[in-house]
């Protein structure tokens, strides 16, 4: 079992930066991948970007250049830089990690409000 615990979300003006982080807890020497998705009330979760054991990064369209994901793999931790936030990025922001055997753990969810 894995646990995740996020924390760094908040208010914010559109413009301005969030970091996002989350620390992983339990049997984390399972875990391959370590990513950030987002569900807003009218649309569907959806992927931010991801990183793997490798370093290798994945990152949706819409936050390509903007965002920033890092990983520290002696802890485990996964950071989300966010910056030249937009309005449209508000929405709640869940940690997500995939094993080896590709079972799939989340976070609890953490509020990105970006204010116009």
């Known amino acids: 079992q894995v646990q995740l615990v996020e924390s760094g979300g908040g208010l914010v003006q559109a413009g301005g930066s969030l970091r996002l982080s989350c620390a992983a807890e339990?049997?984390?020497?399972?875990?391959?991948?370590l990513g950030w998705y987002r569900q807003s009330p009218t649309n569907q979760r959806e992927l931010v970007a991801h990183?793997?054991?490798?370093?290798?990064?994945n990152y949706s369209d819409s936050v390509k250049g903007r965002f920033i994901i890092s990983r520290d793999n002696a802890r485990p931790r996964v950071d989300l830089q966010m910056n030249n936030l937009k309005p449209e990025d508000t929405a709640v922001y869940y940690c997500?990690?995939?094993?080896?055997?590709?079972?799939?753990?989340w976070g609890q969810g953490t509020q990105v409000t970006v204010s116009s």
């Open positions: 339990g049997d984390i020497r399972t875990i391959n991948v």
């Open positions: 997500r990690a995939v094993t080896w055997s590709l079972t799939t753990f």
């Open positions: 990183i793997n054991s490798g370093g290798l990064t």
